[in-house]
């Protein structure tokens, strides 16, 4: 599908991460970033984390392949590309996309044991 055609946004935020500990229980708490690409050509995604008392870090690069989809794990030193996230605390994540993308951010929070999951979708413009 074509840039012109595709559904996304190239420009998204996400106002409410925080990456919880893994928790109780069998599924571990974590975070993840899902991206689906609708186009004909890779996504470079450029991450940007803003923090209450740090500056923000920048480096962090992302690809989705042409007509894929991508889960991200905030855990995942591979997928933050050697920044480790720091657990329970607040932050926020700007996606820059080089072509339209929908973004879908979730957390799984299990520090007891009824645990809690929701996802949301980011701000887009």
Aim: proline content about 5%; hydrophobic content about 40%; charged content about 25%.
């Amino acid at each position: 599908m074509s840039e012109l055609n595709a559904i996304g946004k190239k420009l998204w935020l996400i106002p409410d991460c925080e990456l919880p500990p893994e928790g109780e229980g069998v599924l571990k708490g974590h975070e993840s970033v899902i991206v689906v690409n609708d186009t004909d050509s890779d996504a470079e995604i450029a991450v940007r984390l803003f923090f209450v008392d740090r500056d923000p870090v920048d480096g962090i690069k992302w690809t989705v392949g042409a007509g894929r989809v991508r889960c991200f794990r905030m855990n995942n030193v591979d997928d933050m590309c050697g920044f480790e996230v720091p657990k329970e605390t607040q932050y926020a994540m700007k996606l820059s996309s080089s072509v339209p993308v929908v973004v879908q951010y979730g957390r799984l929070d299990n520090r007891q044991t009824n645990l809690a999951y929701y996802t949301t979708l980011g701000f887009a413009q």
